[in-house]
């Protein structure tokens, strides 16, 4: 199983950036796949998640309205496009996939089943 993250970058406050993962090794249309971050000495919190027929979607409050996280199961990738990007948005990003909601949306405590490496993503005041 393998999640491979990309897009991560370094971005003005106010920008835009697009995570994408790639996933590979297991039935990514089968999962339900989410965004995490993590900060410099801060533990890791969940940001995004999608059920895996892209019809519920589950967003922390603090990127609400500006976060929007998508699928695609013909490529086997889930995205996260990040706009109006704030500097408490500067962190490492880690895609997952879990076969349970309440997992993979961060409401019932438990890992995911699958994470990928991260990517960083830096936002600059």
């Known amino acids: 199983v393998q999640l491979q993250a990309s897009g991560g970058g370094l971005v003005q406050a106010g920008g835009s950036l697009r995570l994408s993962c790639a996933a590979s090794?297991?039935?990514?249309?089968?999962?339900?796949m989410g965004w995490f971050r993590q900060a410099p000495g801060r533990e890791r919190e969940f940001v995004a998640a999608?059920?895996?027929?892209?019809?519920?979607?589950y967003y922390t409050t603090s990127v609400k309205g500006r976060f929007t996280i998508s699928r695609e199961n013909a490529k086997n990738t889930v995205y996260l496009q990040m706009n109006s990007l704030k500097p408490e948005d500067t962190a490492v990003y880690y895609c997952?996939?879990?076969?349970?909601?309440?997992?993979?949306?961060?409401?019932?405590?438990?890992?995911?089943?699958?994470w990928g490496q991260g990517t960083q993503v830096t936002v600059s005041s």
């Open positions: 997952a996939a879990d076969s349970l909601w309440g997992v993979i949306s961060g409401t019932v405590s438990g890992s995911s089943k699958y």
């Open positions: 090794g297991y039935t990514f249309s089968s999962y339900h």
């Open positions: 999608i059920s895996w027929t892209a019809s519920g979607t």
